[in-house]
């Protein structure tokens, strides 16, 4: 049976901040592409119509940093499990981290990887290659070949690098070839072993700390060189109200450098890590209240451009450990959803901020013609249930992470359908 | 205070002990009173009791340390309690079993008591919430988290040698940064009403926010020392030299060790502890450490009581009281 390709999705509330759109429409696609908004085109017969009163459609999300665990260990993750996965929780992009086992530093890697996907039914692949060799911080991997495999962006993750040369030199290399270069800000001498906020609740319970100035040291040292180098640098998972004062003083001076911050960094702080919970131990650390608030007043002004997810899955055993001993990450791509529905409830966001921040932000970020749903593009979009009430259980979740401190939470709002391409890659409707 | 759901039961005994955070000071004055019953147990010629006779005991330590442990084993003897001593080194949890694995195979011992020692502050929190609520869990120190074993001997310590808490000015010096000992006794100080409680080290062994804990801090010791009515020193690890965090031991001690001149400026009456084992001309001079305001030997033999009174606790046992 030939799949359609003539749909109408009926009945949607239709958001999309490109175009200063909600409104009840019909959307009609035909061949992979969004043909029409509201009334169908005279003659145009659709294979297919769904109903989608009461619920949302967005374009689709896109996540910059998930982490998909392949190359690595499979039990903890592997495309074919994290890109439906993706799917499940609104996301038809995924830009992938680099630290996998082993690195993502060779073109052929990338590009067995990138096959390998094209068989998967999820959201699309869209590989981070390793900005230096085995993301040791000291040799150039060859990013022109990683760009030429399809790599999106090349980054060094939180890895650091061993000498500040070594960054300036990444960094010229990069603006070679209009790379983008996606930074994770972290000094590594100052994070040392490391795995909670340097701070009141850390000094408490024994942990070793992270200080806030491993971020604004790192953080400072990258500002300086993107504008000595005009480099396009994206920083990964601010996590300090000190960075976004940075972030925002080197933007208003002109430089053109975008940021994230994780859901998990907006709904969390240290007060979280009580009990040595270590499904709160998380790269970077959760920080205090005040770090929290101006994370979500930055979100809020565009100081921080994108919404992350920060997904790291994880199998129980590395959990199930002291929280020193434990592994960082939180399974987070089938609950930002809900989270970020929770976020405009509580005046974070506006709705329609909180759709831009996954969509069109991400992919201006990466240079991508996507996150929108103007005529003639790609017809990839999510339909959520603003009103589902749902209950996150291991077997809720599609990940093969489970490791998420919303476990036996009930939640409400859930991703219903995905569609990438016009191709529905997930459903939860009947 | 969430750890407390752990560690207490719903009628307010302790379930397990895993730190003195967040208890109540009524429990630790109990605690307090029970060893103190202990005592003159520990003097008698016959020194056991049969208080918990057909009970066990696992000294699990993960971490070396001889002397903690043999207190345990001691203390649990004295009890009359079966005890069994297990080195877990951690490399064979580095082999693939992981910490839960080895848990569950000594769940199959049904002991009664763990004490747990691990270099990971969380530890023995983690070992609670993941063996049977029938076995009772004594935090033997945990990374930098907590010692309250050694917090309550301390506490007992000062309360038979100094009397009332709340009249008491107490330093403790030295590493704090690294310091379990250091955190459980300034809650321990705080709970029982302690009128002061003072840190003194340099920056770099003092870990941020630290006065968030109730503790004044203070950089020298003629400041910090300056009418206490007890110095607590802390054990200086001699690999805090590497990593830059203290020049030299030289140097350390001839700022923070504690000798003679520098305890003058504490009250004349004032009393010198030390958690053991001592590092003589690291932080402390033997003349000090041996002298006769120096308590390092009698917090020894204070810890076997309160240990005993602990174990009682935590199976409920009826200590007749002297």
């Known amino acids: 049976m030939s799949e359609a390709t003539k749909i109408s999705i009926i009945g949607a509330r239709v958001l999309d901040p490109t175009q200063h759109l909600d409104a009840c429409l019909d959307v009609h696609l035909d061949q992979g592409r969004i043909l029409a908004l509201g009334d169908a085109p005279a003659h145009f017969i659709p294979e297919r119509t769904l109903d989608a009163s009461g619920l949302l459609l967005t374009p689709g999300w896109i996540d910059i940093g998930t982490h998909v665990r392949e190359p690595g260990p499979s039990y903890k993750g592997q495309l074919a499990s994290e890109l439906p996965a993706a799917a499940a929780g609104g996301f038809t992009h995924v830009c992938a981290r680099p630290d996998t086992q082993p690195v993502l530093d060779s073109p052929a890697l990338v590009r067995t990887l990138r096959d390998k996907a094209a068989g998967i039914q999820g959201a699309r692949f869209l590989p981070m290659g390793a900005l230096t060799r085995d993301l040791q911080g000291q040799a150039l991997t060859n990013m022109a070949g990683l760009q030429d495999a399809g790599c999106i962006a090349l980054s060094q993750m939180h890895y650091g690098f061993q000498d500040v040369g070594i960054l300036k030199r990444c960094l010229e290399y990069a603006a070679t070839f209009d790379l983008l270069v996606c930074l994770q800000p972290q000094d590594p001498a100052l994070a040392s072993k490391g795995c909670a906020h340097e701070g009141a609740v850390a000094t408490r319970m024994g942990l070793a700390g992270i200080p806030e100035t491993a971020e604004t040291l790192a953080l400072a040292n990258i500002l300086l060189l993107v504008e000595a180098t005009g480099a396009r640098v994206h920083l990964q998972h601010i996590s300090c109200a000190r960075s976004v004062d940075m972030l925002y003083q080197a933007q208003e001076r002109g430089l053109a450098v975008t940021a994230d911050v994780s859901i998990q960094h907006l709904m969390y702080s240290e007060h979280d890590l009580e009990n040595f919970n270590t499904l709160f131990h998380v790269q970077p650390p959760l920080r205090t209240l005040q770090d929290q608030a101006a994370l979500r007043q930055g979100l809020q002004d565009g100081v921080l451009q994108v919404l992350s997810s920060g997904h790291l899955p994880q199998d129980a055993a590395a959990k199930n450990a002291p929280f020193a001993a434990s592994e960082a990450g939180v399974s987070s791509l089938e609950t930002l959803a809900s989270q970020g529905l929770a976020l405009v409830n509580q005046g974070v966001l506006t709705l329609n901020q909180l759709i831009e921040r996954l969509t069109y932000a991400p992919a201006c970020v990466l240079g991508l013609d996507a996150g929108h749903l103007h005529l003639g593009a790609n017809a990839d979009f999510c339909l959520l249930d603003p009103d589902a009430h749902w209950q996150v259980t291991p077997a809720s979740l599609v990940s093969m992470g489970k490791n998420t401190p919303l476990l036996g939470q009930e939640l409400t709002g859930r991703i219903v359908s995905t569609w990438v391409q016009g191709r529905e890659v997930f459903s939860r409707l009947a | ?322």
């Open chain 2, 1 to 322: 205070m969430l750890v407390n759901n752990i560690q207490l039961t719903a009628d307010g005994r302790l379930r397990h002990l895993l730190t003195l955070e967040g208890l109540p000071a009524d429990l630790l004055t109990h605690l307090l009173d029970t060893a103190e019953s202990f005592v003159p147990t520990n003097r008698q010629a016959v020194k056991k009791l049969p208080l918990l006779r057909g009970k066990t005991l696992i000294n699990l330590f993960f971490e070396n340390s001889t002397r903690t442990r043999a207190t345990f084993e001691l203390a649990a003897q004295r009890l009359s309690m079966d005890v069994l001593n297990l080195d877990i080194s951690t490399s064979s949890t580095a082999k693939g079993e992981t910490l839960k694995d080895t848990l569950k195979t000594l769940e199959a011992m049904h002991a009664d008591i763990f004490v747990v020692r691990h270099s990971d502050s969380g530890a023995a929190h983690f070992i609670a919430q993941h063996l049977t609520p029938d076995v009772a869990i004594i935090n033997a120190g945990d990374g930098r988290h907590a010692h309250p074993t050694q917090a309550l001997l301390d506490m007992l310590t000062l309360r038979r040698h100094k009397g009332d808490f709340n009249q008491l000015k107490v330093a403790i010096v030295g590493d704090i940064l690294h310091s379990r000992v250091a955190r459980s006794q300034i809650h321990a100080l705080n709970i029982l009403g302690a009128a002061e409680v003072r840190v003194i080290a340099p920056k770099t062994l003092l870990p941020v926010a630290i006065e968030d804990l109730g503790v004044r801090v203070f950089t020298r010791m003629a400041d910090g020392l300056k009418d206490v009515d007890a110095v607590i020193m802390l054990r200086l690890q001699k690999e805090r030299m590497q990593g830059a965090l203290l020049p030299s031991e030289q140097e350390f001690y001839r700022l923070y060790g504690l000798t003679s001149d520098k305890l003058a400026y504490a009250h004349p009456q004032a009393v010198v502890m030390h958690p053991g084992p001592i590092n003589r001309g690291v932080e402390i001079e033997s003349a000090v450490a041996d002298g006769e305001r120096s308590l390092i030997l009698p917090q020894v033999s204070y810890g076997l009581a309160v240990r005993m009174a602990v174990m009682s606790h935590l199976i409920g046992a009826q200590v007749p009281q002297p």
